[in-house]
């Protein structure tokens, strides 16, 4: 990463921070407000889920962006639906947004080879970071789809075996 200037990074942080009260404040907005400013996100979101569905063959079936209201009156923004989610793809499809921290990462080491050293620039590193890492936090469906006690016992049993033979087997 170039060296840049403090105050740079100080007014990245006051952007970043900016960004997250406004996320905070537009939970309870109109909807058109709550896309406007969540849309990129969900789309990184969902973009995950399907490419982890694909490489997955989980037979990826619909990718909805549009908003829908729900039974309970609240809202989904996004959504990827499969036809074969087994337990073994349950997992790496449900945990799929995890990956946006590690593009994050990349990001923060490579934006300074691509793009010109500017406070501008700076201050959309800090933007594109905060929607990346922002937006990797798996959904509370996401982990329900994680946690079927297929994948907990699949998962959990070869875990185990992994301890047990790092464990107890010669080096």
Known sequence: M??????????GIVLVSTLFLLARQTRSAPILVICLTRLPGVILHELAHLLAGILCRARPESLNLMPQRRADGRWTLGSVAFRRVTAF???????????????????????????????????????VLFILVANAM????????AANWRSLLLYGAGGALLW????YLPR
């Not at 170039?2 to 007014?11: K, Q, T």
């Not at 995890?98 to 080879?113: E, I, N, Q, S």
């Open 2 to 11: 170039a060296e840049l200037p403090v105050w740079w990074h100080a007014c």
């Open 89 to 127: 793809n349950a997992v790496p499809i449900a945990l799929a947004p995890l990956a946006l921290v590690p593009l994050a990462y990349l990001l923060w080491r490579c934006w300074f080879d691509w793009l010109a050293v500017s406070l501008a620039n700076t201050l959309l590193l800090y933007g």
């Open 138 to 145: 798996p959904s509370s469906q996401d982990l329900r789809v």
């Open 164 to 167: 047990y033979l790092w464990r």
